[in-house]
């Protein structure tokens, strides 16, 4: 097992990463000296699948669960699922000691986040990532919240789970297409702050698409680390966390245009960012052969790297930018690439350069 710390003063915690971990989650909470009850919130898919395994583990330590099931998918993260959450969790008797596991992927992790935030004005909770992109990403940094028909993560919180587990097992039954999705931010890692990391992505890609477990435990803890370092120095996001934003300015647009149903959320900022590297070719001088790099890794990832839009569409997509709440003052400002490993965030990008690098078919 390895484990990554998020340094974060008082609000500090561990992210464990390794096999088999699911049967050790009550002896890893017995550690944060916490109430006897809790409640696990998971989705359709998963609950099926590892709910029991966690529960066993749990009761194992002492500690009593109830299972809370919400329906698997984007639409889950709602303010509805949010109310009948609180009306479980009541009827469950949880109270201020009480804690919230969130045993899922992003979509199970940013909802349940956004319940223990809130419910009693915050109760402890346990990050139980089980998709890539939870593991290396959306487990990590406190970002919790739901979506409004407005658009996604509208409302929400900073708020820090207690403890991340990352139980590699689980990811043995995710189908594919979110695996390779998940593939998407790990190379956004390599991208943004490590060139050795996108390096090995390089070498190492054909075990990681074969689920390797060392590749992946090695991987996985080498992502959280990177989110950790960026977290641990700006947790609310008024500098370098923006950079974890690469290619999402696209690829959020490209999601909210096509309405959430044609690309899942790695395969949009695949597209975004080879997009945004092509950009940062004209602006940014990031070098030819860097972004013929990044194309061909997204490319062999399995993962989409150029979309072709009418005009009616582009014209949405550039309003939906606009839209974007990264946006300040009407400005659409992008994290640019200098080479592979190096960023910089809150460049200003014409809108005329941005059809060019959405429609180069490789
Ligand atoms: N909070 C953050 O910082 C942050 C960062 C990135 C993304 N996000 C959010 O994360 C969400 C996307 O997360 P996601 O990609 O994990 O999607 P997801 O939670 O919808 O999971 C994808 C699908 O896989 C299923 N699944 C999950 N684990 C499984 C397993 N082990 N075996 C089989 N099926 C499994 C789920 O039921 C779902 O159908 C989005 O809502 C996004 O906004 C949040
Ligand atoms: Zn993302």
Do not use: W
């Not at 009850?37 to 009761?59: E, H, M, Q």
């Not at 319940?115 to 919790?144: C, E, H, I, M, N």
């Not at 245009?257 to 092509?278: D, M, N, P």
């Amino acid at each position: 097992m390895r484990t990554v710390k998020v340094p974060l003063g008082d609000r500090s915690y561990s992210i464990r990463i390794g096999r088999n971990l699911l049967c050790r989650l009550g002896a890893e909470c017995q550690r944060l000296e916490l109430g006897k009850r809790c409640a696990i919130i998971s989705d359709r898919n998963v609950a099926p699948r590892y709910a029991t395994v966690a529960r066993r583990a749990l009761s194992a330590a002492g500690f009593e669960s109830v299972l809370v099931t919400v329906p698997a998918g984007e639409p889950a993260k709602s303010l509805a699922n949010v109310h009948s959450c609180y009306n479980q969790l009541a009827a469950h008797r949880l109270e201020r000691k009480s804690f919230v596991v969130a045993l899922g992927g992003g979509v199970v992790g940013d909802l349940a986040g956004f319940v223990a935030a809130t419910y009693l004005r915050g109760v402890a909770f346990v990050q139980v990532p089980t998709t890539l992109l939870a593991q290396v990403d959306s487990s990590v940094g406190g970002k919790v919240g739901v979506n409004l028909e407005a658009g996604k993560n509208l409302v929400g919180a900073f708020y820090q789970p207690r403890l991340v587990v990352c139980d590699l097992d689980t990811l043995g039954s995710l189908p594919d297409r979110e695996f390779r999705a998940g593939l998407a931010e790990v190379i956004k890692y390599g991208i943004i702050y490590d060139a050795a990391l996108f390096k090995r992505l390089e070498r190492d890609l054909p075990r990681l698409l074969r689920r390797d477990a060392k590749t992946l435990a090695d991987v996985i803890a080498r992502c959280c680390a990177i989110k950790a370092e960026i977290v641990g120095q700006d947790e609310t996001e008024n500098g370098l966390r923006a950079i974890l934003n690469f290619g999402h300015t696209i690829g959020h647009a490209l999601e909210t245009i096509s309405s959430y149903g044609k690309f899942l959320h790695g395969e949009a900022i695949s597209i975004g960012q080879v997009a945004t590297a092509r950009i940062s070719a004209k602006l940014t001088a990031l070098p030819e052969h860097d972004v013929t790099r990044i194309a061909r890794l997204f490319e062999r990832a399995g993962l989409p790297t150029h979309t072709r839009l009418k005009s009616t569409q582009l014209a949405r997509l550039l309003d939906a930018m606009k839209l974007d709440k990264k946006v300040s003052d009407g400005e659409i400002r992008f994290v640019l690439a200098r080479r592979v490993g190096e960023v910089v965030a809150g460049q200003k990008v014409p809108g005329t350069l941005i059809e060019p690098a959405l429609d180069i078919a490789q």
